[in-house]
């Protein structure tokens, strides 16, 4: 029997991540605006750039939207989506997924360290996004497409966004900032008294998280979950909802 649902939010999700994808890879400009070395440059001049404004952004919008930045607008994953029409195996939820933390902490440490010293002197939205030559803008998307298409075809869907990305770590720490304050916000909602146990959401979970047991132990809240909503739009029985709730 199919979910009269069936793909309800991927019809809407999938065509708004990969035109971000496609959008911002043409315009060139993802890369130097989410771009973690630019943002260090800054930092050592003591410069609030365009970046720092983007990040900032990400990790506020986390305190209510948890990690739907992931799925629903990402250029990476919109890349990752066109990939998994490849890709048909999944990434493991290994040990590896630290290595992203490992990445951010390196990274958000040098920042740091850049403003501590050279303090906050000017507002510059354009630095290191204008003096840049088209070669360098190319070899920037290439960069990005390089990092995350080997990724997945080696070790399975969305390898990139939970191994690597420098980006995740900043929307999970938002969202455990919001529900260790049990603030209001958008997360999954389960009914597990109605759970056939029919396995469905796992198999289409593109994070492969053990979607079932959450649902049966009413645990949703998973800082690899990014809000995707094929859980939702696989479940026959309407398990699994959006909700914005405390928790
Ligand atoms: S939540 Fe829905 S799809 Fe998942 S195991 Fe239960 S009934 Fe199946
Ligand atoms: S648990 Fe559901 S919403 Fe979260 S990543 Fe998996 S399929 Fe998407």
Partial sequence: MLNKNSHRFQRIRKPIVISTAILF???????????PVIIVSAAYKGIINAS????SIIILLSLFFGRAYCSWFCPGCG???IMSSFVKKKSKNSKALFIKYLIFAIWIGFIITGYIIHGFQKIDLTYGMLD???ERKIILTLGAIVLT???TALFGQYASC??????APFMIIGTKIRDYFQLRGLRLKAEPEQCETCNICNAKCPMNIDVMANVINNKMNNAECILCG????SCNHNVITFS???H
Avoid: G, M, R
């Fill in 25 to 35: 890879h043409l315009l060139l400009i993802f890369h130097l605006l989410f771009s």
């Fill in 52 to 55: 720092f404004i983007a990040f």
């Fill in 79 to 81: 890349i990752q989506e």
């Fill in 132 to 134: 840049v030559t088209f």
């Fill in 149 to 151: 298409v080997p990724l």
């Fill in 162 to 167: 939970k191994y690597i990305c420098w980006q």
């Fill in 230 to 233: 094929n859980c939702i739009d």
């Fill in 244 to 246: 914005i709730a405390k």
